[in-house]
């Protein structure tokens, strides 16, 4: 007997409309999931969208305001796909309305949103699953065992990179994502949010960090209507880009291995080049999310000259075969979600957590944090340790 959960969705951007797609795949690649995700709630600002998106996806109700989500004791589990500043506000109430939550990285503007959204969840006893979405890529998993595994040997450093050129265009608009009041940072809480998940995915905490930022395109123009993603506005009044288009770090990781983590918005020529390189003593390991069913392995005693070979994961490697029958049939960025509402809603089900949680975010924003006052400071810097 499979038992129907009744789901919300705040925010019908891109994420949105990501999350709801993923709410009604979810069960096609997990027939065993024991709640059936019903989508009773879309909440969204714009005039019109909310009902758009009920059409099209069949939600029960639609509202302008997500308070009257946060009160329809229909709903048990709420998407949270609003920009940053919503995130703390929104989250806080769903979870002390009792309901599941499922929020977008980064989890509000700052180390004190996540921790305010963390402590919420826990104490109203719900579930908090957060976007990191590329460690759900079965060969991130699969690189995060192989080096867990020791197969290539002890970790020396790890590079990883996020450069897009998403916000390169001269025109796109002034959006949300600029503003220090309802983004909060840039390319930190952007990009390399998943950079910083990545990187204590794989190789757990970091110790120590000294970071540079800085804003390439100072002005742009605001959008002269309602936007969505990454919305162009010629003609908008000009206005300040509040936030850092470039991030640069030196990491040192708890384990005593060293780190870059490179992150940019601004990238002219780059297309989602996401990815890490790790190194160890006697092997290394290289994804690229262009290629995200690829990994590069390089393993042996050779040390010099030690070839690399490309592995295609396959249904061995993490959730791969809930979606492909035989490696090198490749998945895609919204299948990650897929895997992301699969944890979510088995957490839910068991009432214990799988996959990224808010103590993840709460982690992940300590070493962003640490990366601005690095930024500002020029020095090392501590990331602060979750009380
Ligand atoms: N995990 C990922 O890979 C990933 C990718 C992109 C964005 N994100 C995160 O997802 C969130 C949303 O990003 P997006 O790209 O979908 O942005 P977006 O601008 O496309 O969508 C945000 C939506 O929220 C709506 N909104 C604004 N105020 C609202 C309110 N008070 N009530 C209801 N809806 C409201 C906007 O109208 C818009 O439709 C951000 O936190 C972002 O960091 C994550």
Not at 168 to 178: G, K, Q
Not at 308 to 318: A, D, N, W
Request: aromatic share 8%; with cysteine; hydrophobic share 45%.
């Amino acid at each position: 007997m499979v038992d129907a959960l009744g789901v919300a969705v705040v925010g019908f951007g891109w994420m949105g409309r990501v999350h709801t797609q993923a709410y009604a795949r979810v069960r096609h690649h997990y027939p065993r999931l024991a709640l059936r995700p019903e989508l009773v709630a879309v909440a969204e600002e714009v005039p019109g969208r909310a009902e758009e998106a009920a059409d099209r996806f069949g939600f029960a109700t639609a509202t302008r305001d997500w308070r009257e989500v946060a009160a329809d004791p229909r709903v048990q589990a709420v998407s949270i796909a609003a920009p940053n500043f919503l995130h703390r506000e929104i989250a806080v109430a769903m979870a002390r309305a009792g309901k599941h939550i499922w929020i977008e990285k980064p989890v509000g503007l700052s180390l004190d949103d996540a921790r305010a959204v963390a402590r919420a969840v826990a104490e109203a006893g719900v579930q908090g699953t957060v976007g990191f979405n590329y460690r759900n890529a079965p060969a991130v998993e699969a690189a995060r065992d192989l080096i867990a595994a020791g197969e290539i040997g002890t970790v020396t450093h790890v590079r990883v990179r996020l450069f897009s050129d998403y916000a390169a265009h001269p025109e796109s608009a002034l959006t949300w994502r600029y503003e220090r009041e309802r983004g909060g940072s840039g390319v930190l809480g952007d990009l390399a949010s998943h950079g910083a998940d990545l990187a204590r995915f794989l190789l757990g905490d970091i110790a120590s960090l000294t970071a540079d930022t800085a804003i390439f395109l100072p002005e742009r123009a605001r959008p002269t209507g309602a936007t969505a993603g990454h919305s162009r506005a010629a003609g908008g009044t000009p206005g300040p880009v509040e936030n850092e288009d470039y991030v640069s770090c030196l990491l040192r990781f708890a384990s005593g291995a060293r780190g870059v983590l490179e992150a940019c918005r601004v990238s002219v020529g780059e297309q989602n080049n996401y990815g890490f390189e790790v190194h160890g003593t006697t092997g290394a390991v290289f994804w690229d999310f262009r290629r995200m069913n690829e990994l590069g392995v390089s393993r042996g005693t050779g040390y010099q000259d030690q070839p690399v070979s490309t592995v295609y994961v396959g249904p061995g490697h993490g959730e791969f075969g809930a979606f492909q029958p035989g490696a090198a049939n490749a998945m895609g960025y919204d299948d990650l979600k897929v895997v992301e509402a699969y944890r979510f809603l088995r957490s839910v089900a068991e009432g214990v957590p799988h996959g990224a949680t808010l103590p993840d975010a709460v982690r992940g924003a300590a070493v962003l944090d640490a990366m601005a006052r690095s930024a500002l400071s020029g020095a090392w810097v501590t990331p602060e340790v979750p009380a």
